[in-house]
């Protein structure tokens, strides 16, 4: 059983497009993470969720927003795609937020995003 | 420059090796965490240290938190280890290291 999954696994989209990439954990973590990972592999936190109520919200386009219909589920949703969006993205869970207690993260599969 | 800073970027190794991945960082942290993420682009936490010495099979991981230091250390290195290896802390927020890419040759 899979303990971090994302669908799709991989997107590819038109410029200006709105997608969604969906996330679900089944440890039952309090926290979870979305993650842009770039062309040169530099990782990146984006957002980050606490029994469904926003944490972190780093600098990231408003094209983007997180949602969070239970503290199980994260989904992205991407507003008007544009060419510098492609990435790979990855979601994460942990038992608590990292940030205050260091907990280990399980990482999904990751979500390859091409925006032609 | 960057909150993390891991050395070297690139390293290759011949089986049977002992590798050693070294991490520094800048900021105050609560923890410090090792990635490995596969060539198929897949993450895996290795450990995450907030104080001394982990061991897990040929995995070593130390940090001193006084020098802002950490090492990830694999004894014995097999092919099936190339992959790249990232440093990241967490503390008010989360500063990843570029990471390490490693091949170990048969």
């Known amino acids: 059983d899979t303990a971090v999954s994302q669908t799709p696994k991989y997107l590819v989209t038109q410029m200006g497009n709105d997608k969604s990439i969906k996330c679900e954990q089944n440890?039952?973590?309090?926290?979870m993470y979305w993650y842009k990972q770039d062309s040169k592999k530099f990782l990146k936190i984006m957002f980050s969720y606490n029994n469904k109520e926003l944490i972190i919200n780093e600098t990231v386009p408003n094209r983007f927003s997180p949602k969070s219909p239970d503290k199980a589920h994260l989904n992205l949703h991407i507003n008007s795609l544009e060419l510098g969006d492609s990435a790979v993205y990855f979601c994460?869970?942990?038992?608590?937020?990292?940030?205050?207690?260091?907990?280990?993260?399980?990482f999904g599969p990751g979500t390859r995003l091409l925006v032609l | 420059k960057n909150e993390v800073e891991q050395s070297p970027q690139n390293l290759t190794a011949q089986e049977g090796e002992f590798i050693t991945i070294n991490c520094s960082y800048s900021v105050g942290i609560s923890a410090l965490h090792w990635l490995q993420q596969h060539p198929g682009g897949g993450i895996v936490s290795l450990f995450m240290l907030s104080s001394g010495k982990k061991k897990h099979g040929r995995l070593i991981a130390t940090i001193n938190i006084q020098e802002k230091h950490s090492s990830l250390h694999i004894t014995a290195s097999h092919p099936r280890d190339s992959a790249v290896y990232i440093c990241a802390v967490t503390g008010n927020q989360f500063y990843f290291g570029t990471g390490t890419s490693l091949t170990v040759i048969p």
């Open positions: 440890l039952g973590h309090d926290t």
């Open positions: 994460a869970s942990s038992p608590f937020e990292t940030s205050s207690r260091g907990e280990t993260q399980y």
